[in-house]
C-alpha cells in the first residue's frame, strides 16, 4: 500500500540555520504531495502541497519540490525562526482517494 | 467560517465508561475523517465519510469504537467500553472534494482523551 517515510526527529537548529526534513514516498500511480505543520495543543495545517510531478509548493518560506524519479518531497527553508518549532507532516493523497497517507512526523525546535 | 468544531477539547475517565467526541465539520464539506495520534503509532485515520456515508473503518481499531454521521454538520466517535489505551488525542478534520482547495484537509483542535 502507500506510505510516506519522513526523517527522524526531532530536529533543533539555532535560529536563522537552513532546515531540510527529507521525506520519501511509496504509491502506485501519481500522488499529490502535502507538508502539514502542527503547533503545540493545535490541530494539523497545510503548509504546502504539490499535485503533479516537478511541482514547487511554498509557503512561508517553506519549500518543496515533487521530485518523481526519487519519490521525494524534502522541505526546505533557507532560515528558521523560533516560531517554526513545530511538527512537521508529510503526507499523500493517492489518485482517486480522498483520505490521506501521513508520516511519523518530525519535531522541530529552533533555539534562539 | 468558524472552522472545524470538537468538544470536548479534554475528557478524563474511568476505564469500562461510554465516551463520545462530537464534531462539526465546515459547512458545505463533503468529507468528514477521524484521526487519532499518539506518541506509539503516530497519526492513525480512524474512519472517513463521504456525504455522511461511511466509506472506509478499516483504521478503526475494534468493535468498541463506532463512527456516526447522522447529517452533514455533525458527526460523533463513540468508545464503549473505554480502555486505558485508548487515550491519545482525537482529531476530526473536513474535505471538500470541488473547488479551489480541494485535497486541503482542515483539521479541529483535537479532542485530548485520557482514560484511568
Known amino acids: 500500500g502507500d506510505s510516506v517515510t519522513q526523517m527522524e526527529g526531532p530536529v533543533t537548529l539555532s535560529e536563522e540555520a537552513f532546515l531540510t526534513i527529507n521525506c520519501t514516498y511509496t504509491?502506485?500511480?501519481?500522488?499529490?504531495l502535502f507538508w502539514y505543520v502542527q503547533y503545540p495543543g493545535e490541530g494539523l495545517q497545510l503548509l504546502l502541497k504539490?499535485?503533479?510531478?516537478?511541482d514547487k509548493g511554498s509557503n512561508k518560506g517553506f519549500e518543496a519540490t515533487y521530485r518523481k524519479e526519487t519519490t521525494s518531497f524534502h522541505l526546505e527553508k533557507g532560515s528558521v525562526q523560533v516560531s517554526d518549532s513545530a511538527v512537521y507532516f508529510c503526507?499523500?493523497?493517492?489518485?482517486?482517494?480522498?483520505?490521506?497517507?501521513f508520516g511519523q512526523g518530525t519535531r522541530l525546535t529552533i533555539n534562539p | 467560517d468558524a472552522g472545524v468544531i470538537q468538544s470536548p477539547r479534554h475528557e478524563v475517565t474511568e476505564m469500562g465508561q461510554e465516551v463520545t467526541l462530537r464534531c462539526k465539520p465546515i459547512?458545505?464539506?463533503?468529507?468528514l475523517f477521524w484521526y487519532r495520534q499518539t506518541m506509539m503509532r503516530g497519526l492513525e485515520l480512524l474512519i472517513y465519510?463521504?456525504?455522511?456515508?461511511?466509506?472506509?473503518d478499516s483504521g478503526m481499531p475494534e468493535d468498541r469504537f463506532s463512527a456516526k454521521m447522522p447529517n452533514a454538520s455533525f458527526s460523533t466517535l463513540k468508545i464503549q467500553p473505554s480502555e486505558p489505551r485508548d487515550s491519545a488525542v482525537y482529531f476530526c478534520?473536513?474535505?471538500?472534494?470541488?473547488?479551489?482547495?480541494?485535497?486541503?484537509?482542515?483539521f479541529g483542535p483535537g479532542t485530548r482523551l485520557t482514560v484511568l
Open positions: 478534520a473536513s474535505s471538500l472534494r470541488d473547488g479551489p482547495s480541494t485535497d486541503t484537509q482542515y
Open positions: 504509491a502506485t500511480g501519481y500522488p499529490s
Open positions: 504539490a499535485t503533479k510531478a516537478d
Open positions: 503526507a499523500l493523497r493517492g489518485g482517486g482517494a480522498q483520505k490521506l497517507v
Open positions: 459547512s458545505g464539506h463533503d468529507y
Open positions: 465519510f463521504n456525504n455522511n456515508v461511511p466509506i472506509d
